[in-house]
């Protein structure tokens, strides 16, 4: 697989051989955030030279809507335009070029409407997608009112593009009896068939959707890539030949949605000891203009405040709120890494407020046993190593002898301070919608012994095929290079959930395993009457079948099977137990089971002119028993680095008609390979497993870890506080702008830094 | 090592050396109005109107060569990097270089590899590829052949790299998935094998050729075609500047290809600055450093750095390699952006513009060439020549700061170029310039004026700080506010003088170095 990479090999979709007569579309998007469209003239697009067909809202012969949940998503709008860059036509040309400068041709007149663009503004016009929730535990108001020490604020956390390499982009294909074949990079193919087919007034069998990779996916292409496959679909029905929509990149930044930005408005009572007695929190999230995957983006979160640590009474209220802006949508974590940030960012004032280690603080909120073990929707933590992860992160990281020599070095040092902070990580596996903790699995086996495997799942760079082409070639005993996972199609395993939510492993490999087992019955059954012995005392490994001390060659038993008339192909279904949630009340257990971790990051922050940089991390992960442990090593690095880009340079800007201006990379900033930390270590821990029959008994590791990014904000209020006892309003992400303003505030406010030569870079800089 | 063995074993000295490749290069019928260049060791002869066509385009839409990855088309994320030998005749390495941001037409007489030619029909593999590989260094792989090109072009020198050398060679490149760890860890890796390669070439009889030597490069001439002209002597642009009214100079071409792809400059001639001799001249004579307008500004960086060691840290952050690599001096001065990039460092090092117009010369120092944001002194018909730079002077102090969101490959938020002399601790000479805080670069005069005749003390800085807030107007956009821009210049001075006058150290970047 990787030499396909550093080749060059590898075939993304805009990669497939050119197909003769392939047209391409490009797409006219809104120029307001919020408007009526008076009048549209398109009649100098429709002539353009190279221009074969164009296509409105009229032009739809099913739905004009792509949304995953609600129908609330026009392909293109016809009446009001609802954020700049809204899809309102697209222009299909014999080129690219054609295309795109057709559509620069439009000539639209709107009635320009006032915009709700931020948070704020939303909250005061009381613009809500749904009606607000509130989930409360114990006695919030009573135990906030008698608990000693009070502590209360907002916490900002900006959004984040999700930035895949690879952009957004579909072919759709017409073959023969109006039948569509779409090639797209998406997280969710049966989900892309489904709207096709109901925009193009088509059946779900009428489409075939197939995903041979992604260039990077992180969520954003797990209902956002739709929209790109219908308008290629209608552009393919319009004009009877292939058409390929792919976007630049500007565009893509313009029309996609992204990461939720979140404001969090805190109470905390807590004891001198810094355990909490009641926390208060409300979460207002921007979710753009549609639902799109917005309400569960907001219930995963509501389930993540607490994050590691038992909340007595609690009371938690998420508004989730209708903008003018891009539909916000799923992005690694999905709303968790935002409330696990809030969490641990109160506690971190917490501990600056009764002057205590924050590890000590965070280890007397930690569940524990009963009645501590409880979460705050009512599902019992019962696999919790948590605790355990700390004792040995504090240890091997020398987290307390670092915070000293920190302390040392910022005692001596005017404009460079260091920062050092841990947060632990719980975070629930399995989609909060019950209905999607499913999967579908095809083995084949060929007369050569070997095998091909085709799951639900699409391969984006997290290794899901090579962890699920293991699992197969375990079930077989058979080495994993005689399996060939192949690329997601629908019509090889139908009616898939998105590859999201940390799950694809398990989900996919129970399936895969499943199916497997099938097939390897059935040769043990043959093999076991052919022999005279039982199936059950046939072993299936180091590429043979064993029966007693006598073996048969896998590749002949499978040859031999043949001739013998055994079916070689089955499925394989898999549907988790245990999991129930019910959204209304709250309530449930929506996870599997638990993954937990725990980072520590140090800073260095340059108080002149608040540029940081990550200069040491140490992660201790808990992955289960993991299937492979250099492609979780990948996860764990690339979630965190993405976790601490989201949590700092990455910043999102609009202006102030709604316009996204950080619009593509030369102004939107995610890391680069200076970022990664010079120091570093990260390890799986060997001690644990899956509570839980998992594959392997491992566990999801996809999303938990870009929630460990925590340290490093953390460790730059830190860098910021220095020896401050005051609460140190940092907002996400902490960009040179918002550090320097913090480090202003905090030396304003408590004058820490004495005398005027130490106080050189802090004080004046309000000067 | 099983890397290197196998890595001898399929005689990459054959694939790559390029004199042979070069020797084959099939005989073409020639014509000024064709641009010939070579593709992975194949010669192309291109048709003239695909002049304006950016290489990326050419690779992956005329000739399908889908290897190299179209990720921002700006420049910015490496997805589509190829290996060019570029600087000029006298040079034999191969740089990095975006394919989005080069126009076909600059091309002429230039080898080009791509991710394709480095894996042979066998699918035996270039080391950079192997170390990649056996580190695991992708996930999704659409950022890993812009990886592998980076790589291969520092290939021949990476056994004397630092890790920081090896950071800035692959900061023209993002990858989303992996955290960089193990593109980092096949880096360290393929320095230790080329330092071992290294001593196997001197002990065995039989040399090992480097892959990476282009050699010698075969002259080919393209005149140009409508819409696109590429003189060769500063005469021939003279004549084609009276034929061609509407035009754009076109030099490195990192600012202006992404908009022309857009079709901003759909009505105007390019003519490509790049392949003129007599604008790329760089040379330190008495007082004074001259460079040539077109000069990439990787060259001139390395000259500047030489004179000017405090400069190392203001040069490793300024843009990414494959980006110096073609970017100019001239080029950025004519652009002109508020910010300014280098352009507070030229105030800085009294800089003059030599311009050129109708083949008569005038020099006007930086200070008074700009009329308000992206608008200059140049005419029509005019362009910059040289820009001549002042020479370190004893006693004197110099620095110059990028303040951005990131540390690399990131337009500044605030730029700002110090310089003072001193005489017995009493400041003799003194310029202070900045970018980011009006619309258009600036020397901070009246903080100037303040220092001026002064002792060298805190007193006197602080004095100056309070003037430079009164002195300065900043912008505020999605770099920085206004109150921030302020705030940063002013702690600037303060950094500058601290930088010079306490022991600890005031660099993110060089702190970490020390350790």
Redesign the interface.
């Given at each position: 697989m990787?030499?396909?990479?550093?080749?060059?090999?590898?075939?993304?979709v805009?990669?497939a051989?050119?197909m003769s007569g392939m047209l391409h579309a490009a797409i006219g998007t809104s120029a307001h955030a919020h408007a009526r469209i008076a009048s549209m003239d398109l009649s100098a697009v429709r002539t353009a030279p190279g221009v074969l067909a164009l296509l409105t809202a009229a032009d739809v012969p099913g739905l004009n809507d792509h949304g995953p949940v609600e129908a609330d998503d026009p392909i293109f709008a016809s009446d009001v335009v609802e954020y700049i860059g809204q899809s309102v036509f697209a222009v299909v040309a014999d080129s690219?070029a054609a295309a795109r400068?057709a559509v620069?041709l439009a000539s639209i007149e709107y009635e320009v409407l006032d915009p709700t663009l931020d948070i704020d503004t939303a909250l005061a016009r009381g613009r809500f997608l749904s009606p607000s929730v509130r989930v409360v535990r114990g006695d919030p108001a009573g135990a906030l009112a008698h608990a000693p020490r009070h502590l209360s604020g907002t916490l900002r956390i900006g959004g984040q593009e999700?930035?895949?390499?690879?952009?957004q982009v579909a072919i759709a294909i017409p073959e023969e009896d109006e039948s569509l074949r779409i090639v797209c990079s998406t997280q969710h193919p049966s989900e892309v068939q489904r709207l096709v087919a109901r925009a193009c007034g088509l059946k779900a069998h009428d489409v075939r959707v197939e995903c041979p990779?992604?260039?990077?996916?992180?969520g954003g292409k797990e209902t956002q890539a739709s929209l790109f496959a219908c308008i290629a679909a209608l552009g393919a029905r319009a004009t009877g030949r292939a058409v390929k929509l792919r976007l630049?990149?500007r565009q893509d930044f313009a029309i996609t949605g992204k990461r939720h930005d979140f404001r969090i408005d805190y109470q905390a009572g807590f004891g001198d000891d810094g355990r909490l007695h009641a926390l208060k929190i409300i979460s207002s999230s921007r979710c753009g203009r549609s639902a799109d995957l917005s309400i569960a983006v907001n219930t995963r979160a509501l389930l993540h405040f607490d994050n590691a640590y038992y909340l007595e009474n609690v009371e938690i209220v998420s508004h989730r709120l209708r903008t003018h802006t891009a539909s916000n949508t799923a992005f690694r974590g999905f709303g968790a890494p935002q409330a696990i940030l809030a969490i641990e960012h109160v506690l971190d004032d917490v501990a600056r407020a009764v002057a205590l280690d924050p590890v000590t603080v965070r280890r007397r909120n930690f569940y524990s046993s009963a009645p501590r073990d409880t979460t705050h929707y009512g599902m019992k933590v019962e696999d919790n190593v948590v605790e355990r992860l700390v004792d040995e992160l504090e240890q091997s990281s020398r987290y307390q002898a670092r915070r000293k020599e920190a302390s040392a070095f910022n005692a001596?040092?005017?404009?460079?301070k260091r920062g050092v902070a841990l947060t632990p990580v719980k975070f629930g596996i399995s989609f909060t919608q019950t209905h999607l903790n499913q999967a579908g699995a095809l083995v084949n086996v060929y007369t050569d012994g070997t095998v091909r495997v085709n799951h639900g799942g699409v391969e984006?760079?997290?290794?899901l095929h090579a962890k699920v082409a293991r699992v197969v070639a375990a079930e077989f005993g058979i080495d994993v290079a005689q399996v060939r996972p192949t690329p997601a199609d629908t019509d090889k395993v139908p009616n898939a959930p998105p590859t999201a939510a940390s799950a694809s492993s398990d989900l996919n490999g129970k399936a895969a395993a499943q199916a497997a087992r099938a097939i390897r019955d059935r040769l043990a059954n043959y093999l076991a009457s052919r022999e005279d012995t039982s199936p059950a005392a046939i072993e299936f490994r180091d590429d043979r079948a064993w029966y007693g001390n006598d073996s048969v060659r896998f590749a002949d038993l499978v040859a031999d099977a043949y001739q013998a008339r055994i079916s070689l192909s089955a499925t394989g279904f898999y549907r988790t137990p245990l999991v129930h949630f019910d959204p209304s009340t709250c309530t449930g257990r929506p996870f599997f089971y638990f993954v937990y971790g725990a980072a520590v990051a140090e800073v260095?922050v340059?108080v002149?002119?608040?540029?940081?940089?990550l200069?040491r991390v140490d992660i201790l992960q808990d992955a289960g028993r993991s299937i492979d442990p250099?492609?979780d090593q990948?996860q764990i690095?690339?979630?965190?680095?993405?976790g601490a880009g989201w949590l700092t340079?990455e910043?999102l800007?609009w202006d102030d008609v709604g316009r996204l201006?950080?619009d593509?990379?030369?102004?939107y900033?995610?890391?680069?390979?200076?970022?990664?930390p010079?120091t570093?270590d990260?390890r799986i821990v060997d001690w644990n497993e899956n509570a839980q029959d998992t594959i392997f008994r491992s566990k999801g590791i996809g999303e938990p870890p870009i929630a460990l990014a925590a340290a490093v904000f953390l460790a730059i209020k830190d860098a910021i506080a220095g020896p401050s006892c005051g609460p140190v309003a940092l907002h996400a992400p902490a960009?040179?702008?918002e550090v320097?303003?913090a480090v202003?505030a905090v030396a304003e406010r408590d004058r820490i830094w004495g005398d005027n030569e130490r106080t050189?870079?802090q004080t004046?800089?309000?000067? | 090592m099983s890397l290197i063995d196998e890595w001898a074993r399929h005689r990459y000295k054959k694939r790559y050396s390029s004199r042979s490749k070069a020797g084959c290069m099939t005989p073409v019928k020639r014509s000024c109005s064709s641009i010939e260049f070579t593709l992975n060791g194949e010669a192309q002869v291109v048709d003239g109107r695909l002049a304006r066509t950016t290489l990326l385009e050419y690779l992956r839409e005329v000739r399908q060569k889908t290897g190299t990855k179209e990720g921002c088309g700006t420049g910015d994320c490496g997805a589509c990097m190829v290996a060019i030998d570029e600087l000029g005749d006298d040079c034999s390495d191969y740089l990095a270089v975006n394919a989005c941001l080069r126009l076909v037409g600059s091309l002429a007489g230039r080898r080009v590899v791509t991710v394709e030619h480095l894996t042979d029909s066998q699918s035996s593999q270039h080391p950079v590829q192997r170390a990649l590989a056996d580190c695991h260094a992708a996930q999704c792989g659409f950022c890993t052949p812009g990886f592998v090109m980076s790589l291969f072009a520092l290939w021949p020198s990476i056994g004397t790299r630092s890790d920081d050398e090896i950071q800035h060679a692959l900061s023209g490149n993002l990858c989303r998935c992996t955290g960089y760890r193990p593109i980092l860890d096949a880096a360290r890796r393929l320095r230790t094998m080329a330092g071992e390669i290294a001593s196997l070439e001197s002990s065995e009889s039989a040399p090992i050729q480097f892959p990476t030597r282009p050699g010698r490069r075969r002259p080919a001439r393209f005149a140009g075609a409508p819409g696109f002209v590429a003189p060769r002597s500063l005469r021939e642009l003279q004549a084609l500047l009276t034929r061609h009214s509407n035009v754009l100079f076109v030099a490195g071409g990192t600012d202006v290809v992404p908009r022309l792809r857009d079709g901003e400059f759909d009505e105007r001639t390019i003519v490509l600055l790049g392949e003129l001799g007599a604008l790329r001249r760089l040379s330190v004579k008495g007082d004074r450093i001259v460079v040539g307008a077109t000069t990439p500004l990787s060259k001139v960086f390395s000259v500047l750095v030489n004179e000017y060691p405090p400069l190392a840290e203001f040069v490793r952050r300024f843009a990414s390699v494959p980006i110096t690599n073609v970017a100019t001096l001239g080029g950025n001065v004519a652009t002109g952006s508020p910010v300014g990039d280098t352009i507070p460092l030229l105030m800085c090092l009294d800089a003059v513009l030599v311009m050129r117009r109708d083949g008569r010369r005038r020099r006007v120092s930086i200070d008074d060439f700009y009329l308000g944001s992206r608008r200059h002194l140049l005419r029509s018909r005019e362009f910059i020549e040289a820009i001549e730079l002042a020479r370190p002077q004893p006693r004197e102090f110099m620095r110059a700061y990028k303040v951005a969101k990131r540390f690399e490959q990131d337009t500044s938020s605030v730029v700002g170029a110090f310089r003072v002399v001193l005489d017995d601790g009493r400041i003799t000479a003194i310029r202070i310039a900045f970018g980011g805080l009006a619309d258009r670069p600036m020397r901070a005069r009246r903080t100037e004026d303040r220092l001026l005749g002064r002792t060298w003390n805190r007193s006197a800085i602080d004095a100056a700080r309070q003037t430079l807030d009164e002195e300065v107007h900043p912008i505020s956009d999605h770099r920085g506010t206004a109150q921030y821009r302020r705030d940063v210049a002013k702690n600037l001075l303060l950094k500058w003088y601290l930088e010079l006058t306490d022991d600890k150290p005031t660099s993110i970047w060089r702190q970490g170095m020390a350790q």
């Open positions: 990787i030499k396909m990479f550093t080749s060059g090999r590898a075939l993304y805009d990669d051989p050119r690219v400068g620069a999700h930035l895949y390499l690879e952009g990779r992604l260039g990077g996916g992180f630049n990149r001596t040092h005017r404009v460079l984006m760079g997290q290794g260095t340059d002149l002119t608040g540029e940081t940089r200069e250099t492609i990948g690095e690339g979630a965190f680095l993405q340079s910043e800007v201006v950080t593509g990379p030369d102004r900033k995610i890391p680069t390979s200076f970022d990664w010079r570093f990260v960009t040179p702008v320097l303003r202003r050189g870079a004046e800089s309000s000067g | -």
